[in-house]
């Protein structure tokens, strides 16, 4: 379940760091983004999302910041663990229930 | 709870042949899409349902791409003739309506290689 093109952005990470995964996304008008974690050889998998009349949404070890300004989504992992490494991907909802997926940022977590 | 079911989750055929991927969304969900997931282009929205009626199919590559939902609990996607260019996983996702902001929740995809 790679995304697209040869050079897929790799993030390498020391276990028990934090990781930041950053996005640039598309449309101004866009409301409503969504963070997914894909492992190999499954579909991508709901970490967070966030509605557009928001800065900041935490979960469990994650949290997902917005700056509409610049147009930029970012998703921190806190304590990054083995288990993390995977890819991640942004997704943003252009109009109706069409959502455009970024092309995925590649977490490598190291021993 | 069961997720997203997709069958069958490796296809391997020769071009020319048709191709069904089959599909059946989390119970109780409104909204059912076909993506297509290949590394040049990423992950790329087909088609999707609501309540079983098609509603974007602009993501269709051509005519020789055909999706059904002829019930809430059940989605095919048809390739034929099939083409080597075809090649890629296809994902199947569904979710609620609640508002239309919720997320897509994945099944695990199917492996499609044309010969």
């Known amino acids: 379940g790679e995304s697209v093109g040869l050079h897929l952005p790799t993030l390498s990470v020391q276990e028990g760091d934090n990781s930041i995964i950053n996005c640039a996304y598309s449309?101004?008008?866009?409301?409503?983004f969504i963070w997914y974690k894909q492992e190999s050889g499954k579909g991508p998998q709901f970490i967070i999302d966030i509605r557009s009349n928001m800065d900041k949404r935490q979960g469990q070890r994650v949290t997902v910041l917005l700056n509409k300004t610049v147009k930029h989504l970012s998703l921190q992992i806190a304590a990054t663990q083995p288990g993390d490494s995977a890819v991640y991907f942004c997704a943003e909802k252009m109009s109706g229930q069409n959502f455009v997926f970024g092309p995925g940022t590649r977490l490598s977590v190291l021993p | 709870d069961a997720g997203v079911i997709q069958s069958p989750r490796h296809e391997v055929t020769e071009m020319g042949q048709e191709v069904t991927l089959r599909c059946k969304p989390i119970s109780g969900h409104d909204y059912l899409f076909w993506y297509r997931q290949t590394m040049m282009r990423g992950l790329e929205l087909l088609i999707y349902f609501n309540n079983n009626v098609p509603i974007d199919d602009s993501g269709m590559p051509e005519d020789r791409f055909s999706a059904k939902m002829p019930n809430a609990s059940f989605s095919t996607l048809k390739i034929q003739p099939s083409e080597p260019r075809d090649s890629a996983v296809y994902f199947c996702?569904?979710?609620?309506?609640?508002?239309?902001?919720?997320?897509?929740?994945f099944g695990d995809g199917t492996r499609l290689s044309i010969l």
């Open positions: 449309n101004s008008a866009s409301d409503y």
């Open positions: 996702a569904s979710s609620l309506a609640g508002g239309s902001n919720q997320p897509q929740h």
